[in-house]
């Protein structure tokens, strides 16, 4: 496999393995530290999760089901909620 393996090329990795990585880890982090001070408040870890939520809620009824979920984590053409 050489010294990129497998997942680097693009070949066989699996959104697991791709959520594993640290530079994947470093980019959530920096998205949700709306502040910038290095580190993450309860109030921005909230809004980060609202902003998933109501991604994921593609009828808009304030609710999740299953089906919502499934879809939203299996790759969805709907753009993420902008702040406001």
């Known amino acids: 496999m050489g010294m ?10 699996t959104g697991a393995d791709r959520m594993q990585s640290p530079v994947v880890f470093r980019i ?3 998205l ?4 910038g ?3 993450v408040s ?5 809004v980060a999760h609202e902003r998933i939520f109501k991604a994921m809620d593609s009828d808009k009824d304030g ?6 979920m499934m879809t ?4 969805s053409n709907s753009p993420l909620p902008q702040h406001q």
Request: zero cysteines.
């Open 42 to 46: 309860l109030p921005e870890f909230q």
């Open 63 to 68: 609710k999740l089901s299953l089906e919502e």
């Open 4 to 13: 990129m393996g497998r997942g680097m090329k693009g070949q066989g990795a």
């Open 28 to 30: 959530i982090f920096a």
């Open 72 to 75: 939203f984590m299996h790759g």
């Open 37 to 39: 001070d290095g580190t």
């Open 32 to 35: 949700i530290d709306a502040d």
